[in-house]
């Protein structure tokens, strides 16, 4: 990356930034460009170098926070996609280390980024990226354990929920809670493990 490259991508790392301190105070409609460029501490010309208009920004924004959050994981998007129909049905399962630290890794890393993009979850089009999740991870590992297609929005609702639900829990402490009691309690949940009876 040369002298420019680094510049430009530093100014919109700046401007990514305020829009997410912004965004954690209010909705996205009533942000202008001003307070953006204010918070980032760059000039209105500078913002135009990089967008037409705060929307340009938000999709940026939402591909900043995906990027950051891809980069937790070594494995090779790829290979998953590719091991969904040839691989055997125990590996298929997400709810396992390779899968559960990265993830959590990175929400408690950038908890800021998160709370911002489950608060505004409509606004930064994070139910697109679920949306395409769901096709290309959810619904073939589905496949695979036999689900009938009408049920598998259902079933994949059911877990997302409860996992998310965990991990809100544990934002609520500020993740201090050991992660590795985190992760069991997922896999408990998720896997069945868990003897209500005592």
């Not at 591909?63 to 070594?74: G, N, Q, V």
């Not at 969904?84 to 049905?89: A, G, H, L, P, S």
């Not at 009938?148 to 639900?165: I, Q, S």
Request: proline share 2%; aromatic share 14%; net charge negative.
């Amino acid at each position: 990356m040369n002298k420019n490259e680094s510049k430009y991508f530093n100014t919109a790392k700046r401007m990514d930034e305020a829009l997410v301190a912004l965004l954690e105070k209010k909705d996205f409609e009533y942000i202008s460009i001003k307070e953006i460029c204010d918070t980032a501490g760059v000039n209105r010309s500078t913002f135009y170098l990089h967008y037409e208009n705060t929307s340009d920004l938000l999709k940026e924004t939402t591909r900043y926070i995906i990027d950051k959050h891809l980069a937790y994981y070594e494995t090779d998007k790829k290979r998953i996609y590719l091991q969904f129909e040839t691989c055997k049905r125990d590996e298929l399962l997400f709810v396992k280390d390779e899968y559960l630290v990265p993830y959590l890794t990175f929400i408690k890393d950038n908890q800021r980024l998160f709370k911002v993009s489950i608060k505004r979850f409509h606004t930064m089009h994070m139910d697109e990226v679920y949306g395409k999740m769901f096709e290309h991870i959810f619904s073939p590992i589905l496949a695979r354990f036999c689900v009938p297609e009408p049920e598998r929005a259902y079933v994949t609702k059911f877990y997302l929920t409860g996992v998310f639900a965990i991990i809100m829990e544990w934002l609520e402490g500020n993740c201090s809670d050991d992660m590795s009691t985190v992760i069991k309690v997922i896999t408990d949940c998720v896997m069945g493990n868990r003897d209500i009876n005592g």
